[in-house]
């Protein structure tokens, strides 16, 4: 039986503006098992990003509050945590990733001083221990040349370097879970596949467990175990990768699903993809049923009054719909 | 065969870097580095690649946003690259361009109304203020826009719905061939495959010719009638949409192809890993550009230039030992 | 996104081929009236803007209702506090302080608003005419800002009221001839920061792809800027623009107060203080209230200026 390390218990992060309260965040309850790959699917604006900052409470809290929820890492509780609780387990429990590696690293630092400010923080090294400690984690990372490269600047990276680095960072306290936001995003397809794999050696290397957000379904499909769904700031549906994409249940996913073009496929390529009408619903009122109720061709009364509760309906497959 | 509408030869463009104590031009970077291609009447021709191959350049310099360093464009007899003032005004009826960003391409401070109605004014295709409200009113529901959108401002839409704007204006003026820049990149999956339906409905409604420039690979196959990929500045493949993805000749194709997600987690691929990242385009590689990274390459591939032949019935690719 | 509707491609509605649905015209959201309400968010800034119109309506409409005369001297009445016949004292000649203050008043924010249009005019036509060239001509006219940034204010409007003093004053008039050379002194000496902001606005949205659209439609080089850039490029330059105001006011009080501003019988706030320093032990009033008018003057402007900054912030708008 997998141990599970993280547990998010319905998580509702909100942010107050001037317009009302953005319910980035819902209800949402999700768990990661110890050596596991899961995928956190979703389009722009549906929360994975803000649950995935919400995990290392890197929200801003003055708009930002957690407004109910729990978050269980190994058991416990992080919402309570003072931020000198959590400083000990950012980096050397959890680290995270971002999208952006040109703006996540600090241009006027050599890179191999921002990770060993990464190690020296968690551990009593010596100056010169860090630094060897720093050359070590780029050769983990497969970057040519670690001990001539540490003392560059990131400006001197190129973006898939950058995001090496950026990983060689988080990892260099071999935390038991990743988070990555995007990672491979704003890279090209050859650098992405070559991030992806990096991260799967890292992941055998070090025992490691990744919870990967994402809006690709194709680096879900080749990267996770489980996937998670996510609409509007809720859950709709959580599956292992060969149930979710072999049998989708909820009307979003099977809509995601095909409105992707796909390279393999020898479908003749002028057949229209099967698009979802409508854009997403607004996070300040969201409607009272089920949010994609406006965008699903097979909407219910029911399904505009109620939202429907996650129902089990295969082994670790579970969805939000009445269907 | 369809006639061909657009014809480039040899196109280059170079832009100077200058440095060192006097600001002197100290070197070029080689964006585009003598491409060449026909776009047939009412076809797709999709062009592939990743960042820094000159893709965007290539489309910009075909219709003079930028000038042209070298090389000639072809458009209905006359070479665009050699035309005065009046004539590149009246050329920018018959060309058009769709941006990227939907953000950043529509001018936040004029209503929608008068974003589409510069087109009609700046031509003189308006005679009245009444016939022009019309003319635009037509535009938004060819689009999918509501009429009252006239009067709305930028920031009041959504990502895909500002995408339908920037195409209602590029149509406001009838154009033949239409230069479309990354135009579903920054959207949402499932609001990709509705601008996609649509841009597919309005070259069969209109009779339209695309140049289709995208890293995507998956949605330039399906829109696509041919495709042509190019790696630092130049081409290095171009062939009918299906044949490029089932039998790829390249292997800077070959890996792009492999590298790319496919989301179904049941199909297994070999991938073939590129190694190392995309050279400078200021000093790009000696003889064929992608000799650096290529698997199969040889000596002689870093003396000599290979050039762009057809080496099966339409199909044509630019190196030494493939084809 | 707040404020976005959603589209539905399946509810389009059925207007088929001969029937245009007129659009119909209803307040919308422009960018100007989401400025304005950001604007009535900012307290100070909208006390501020009521106060100052306060001012604003006592300096024209004031001489009007207060018809005490301005230099109807009275020594049997002079250096008296505030009392119900001058509710703001009077001065060493019995001048009612009241009186001479709201017809000042007229002169220096006059001379403050001509100023800031001067600075203002000169600014975004040499700041748009910089950004959109290249080469030498952008780098000759910020030469130019630059050698005027580096000429000491203070000193060269010396010098010029010097020299052309009489001349204009043959011209113009007594007072006609100091306001046009004042305000052309303290504008000339303004339009270089303004200018700067223009330019540098200017060479950030010229890269932006909305412009670039607009080229790709065939729009000529004057359209794009005139109904593309200078729009969107104005924000800070009307922040700069508030500013330069109050700054203006300052400069002709300075002038005033060394006695070289306007001639003595008018009776700018500058002049006023003038007048009074020297008897500041023995009746403070005088010089008090017309410290505080220019004090409360510029202070209003200047969050008014904070308020505009806040509202027309670009981040917020784009």
């Known amino acids: 039986m997998a141990e599970t390390l993280l547990d998010i218990r319905g998580l509702k992060t909100w942010f107050k503006t001037d317009d009302g309260m953005i319910r980035a965040v819902d209800g949402v309850s999700l768990h990661l098992d110890r050596g596991e790959t899961l995928g956190i699917v979703g389009e722009s604006g549906c929360g994975k990003t803000v649950t995935a900052r919400s995990v290392l409470k890197l929200i801003d809290m003055p708009p930002g509050r957690f407004e109910a929820g729990q978050i269980l890492w190994q058991g416990r509780d992080l919402i309570p945590l003072s931020s000198e609780e959590m400083d000990k387990i950012r980096a050397r429990e959890i680290a995270i990733i971002f999208q952006e ?29 860090a630094m060897q400690g720093a050359v070590d984690m780029l050769r983990l990372v497969n970057i040519p040349n670690p001990q001539k490269r540490v003392h560059d600047y990131p400006h001197q990276f190129s973006g898939g370097m950058r995001q090496r680095v950026m990983i060689a960072m988080a990892l260099s306290c071999k935390p038991k879970l990743l988070i990555a936001d995007e990672p491979t995003t704003a890279l090209d397809v050859t650098i992405q596949a070559q991030i992806l794999e990096l991260m799967q050696e890292m992941k055998d ?71 979802i009408p409508g854009t997403v619903p607004s996070l300040l009122q969201p409607p009272v049923g089920c949010r994609f109720a406006a965008r699903c061709k097979y909407a219910m009364d029911i399904c505009v009054r109620e939202m429907p509760p996650l129902k089990e309906v295969g082994p670790g497959h579970r969805v939000a719909c009445v269907l | ?45 999709g062009l592939v690649g990743e960042s820094g191959c000159g893709k965007s350049t290539t489309g910009r310099c075909i219709l003079r946003l930028i000038e042209p360093s070298a090389g000639e464009v072809w458009f209905e007899g006359s ?26 391409s529509l ?30 009113v037509e535009l938004l529901e060819t689009v999918g826009l509501q009429p009252d959108h006239l009067f709305r401002f930028p920031h009041e839409f959504s990502g895909g719905q500002r995408q339908r704007i920037g195409i209602a204006r590029a149509l406001a003026v009838e154009p033949k061939l239409v230069v479309c820049d990354e135009p579903v990149s920054a959207l949402d999956v499932s609001i990709q495959a509705q601008v996609i339906n649509l841009l597919e409905d309005l070259q069969e409604k209109f009779g339209l010719t695309y140049l289709f420039i995208a890293h995507d690979l998956s949605v330039v196959e399906h829109i696509s009638d041919r495709v042509a990929v190019m790696y630092l500045g130049r081409v290095v493949e171009i062939a009918p949409s299906r044949a490029l993805y089932e039998t790829p000749l390249h292997p800077y194709t070959e890996a792009l192809l492999s590298a790319v997600p496919i989301p179904d987690p049941t199909v297994k691929r070999k991938r073939i890993m590129l190694q190392g990242d995309v050279p400078n385009p200021i000093r790009p590689p000696s003889g064929c550009h992608f000799h650096t990274r290529c698997p199969i390459a040889r000596p002689d591939c870093s003396e000599r230039d290979p050039q762009l032949l057809e080496k099966r019935p339409g199909h044509w690719v630019a190196c030494h030992y493939r084809g | 996104m707040a404020g976005s509707t959603p589209v539905s491609l399946t509810a389009d509605p059925d207007t088929g081929a001969a029937v245009v649905i007129r659009p119909t015209k209803q307040v919308r959201f422009s960018p100007m009236r989401e400025a304005w309400r950001r604007f009535r968010k900012h307290r100070l800034a909208m006390m501020s803007s009521v106060i100052l119109g306060f001012i604003l309506v006592a300096v024209l409409l004031g001489p009007l209702v207060w018809r005490v005369p301005i230099n109807e001297i009275d020594f049997a009445a002079k250096l008296e506090g505030p009392s119900w016949a001058h509710p703001l004292g009077t001065d060493d000649l019995g001048q009612d302080v009241l009186a ?24 975004v036509l040499i700041g ?49 001839g100091i306001f046009i050379m004042v305000v052309a002194v303290i504008g000339g000496l303004r339009w270089m920061q303004v200018a700067r902001l223009v330019r540098a606005q200017i060479l950030s949205i010229r890269e932006k792809e909305f412009i670039e659209a607009a080229r790709a439609l065939g729009a000529s080089p004057v359209r794009q800027v005139v109904r593309h850039i200078l729009p969107n490029a104005m924000g800070p330059v009307i922040v700069a623009g508030t500013i330069d105001v109050a700054a203006a006011i300052i400069a002709e009080s300075t002038l005033s ?22 008897t500041i032990d023995i009746a403070p009033h005088w010089a008090i209230f017309a410290g505080a008018a220019i004090f409360l003057t510029v202070l209003t402007i200047n969050f008014i200026g904070d308020g505009l900054r806040d509202a027309l912030d670009p981040r917020r708008v784009l």
């Open chain 1, 101 to 129: 590696p040109m703006t996540s690293l600090n241009p006027v630092y050599t890179v191999g001083n921002q990770i060993a400010e990464v190690l020296s923080q968690h551990q009593n090294l010596s100056k010169k221990q």
């Open chain 1, 205 to 275: 290397k070090l025992g490691m467990s990744i919870m990967l957000i994402t809006h690709a379904m194709g680096v879900v499909a080749e990267t996770c175990q489980r996937v998670v769904v996510m609409y509007a700031g809720k859950v709709v549906e959580e599956a292992p990768v060969g149930a979710l994409f072999g049998n989708p249940r909820h009307p979003y996913t099977q809509g995601l699903i095909r409105s992707i073009p796909r390279v393999d496929r020898a479908a003749a390529h002028r057949d229209r993809l099967e698009a």
């Open chain 2, 1 to 45: 065969m369809t006639d061909t509408l657009l014809s480039v030869r040899n196109l280059k463009k170079h832009f100077a870097v200058s440095g060192g104590l006097f600001k002197r031009v100290v070197d070029h970077v080689h964006a585009v580095d003598g491409v060449s291609f026909d776009i047939g009447k009412g076809e797709t021709l």
């Open chain 2, 79 to 104: 070479d665009v690259t050699r035309m005065n003032h009046d004539a590149l005004r009246s050329l920018r009826r018959d060309m058009q361009i769709i941006f990227q960003d939907p953000y950043a």
């Open chain 2, 107 to 136: 001018n936040p401070r004029l209503t929608v109304g008068a974003i589409i109605g510069e087109a009609l004014q700046i031509h003189n295709l308006s005679p009245t203020r009444k016939a022009m409200e019309e003319r635009v």
């Open chain 3, 100 to 123: 001479r203050l709201l017809y000042g008043g007229r002169i220096s924010l006059a001379v403050g608003l001509a100023a800031m249009l001067v600075a203002c005019s000169v600014g």
């Open chain 3, 128 to 176: 748009a005419i910089a950004g959109m060239s290249r080469g030498y001509v952008e780098n000759a006219l910020m030469w130019l800002a630059d050698l005027f940034l580096s000429l000491p204010p203070l000193p060269l409007l010396l010098l010029i009221i010097y020299l052309f003093r009489e001349s204009l004053k043959g011209f113009f008039g007594p007072e006609g």
């Open chain 3, 257 to 278: 107060f060394l006695g070289l501003g306007f001639p003595p019988d008018i009776p700018t706030w500058g002049r006023v203080l003038f007048d009074a320093k020297d």
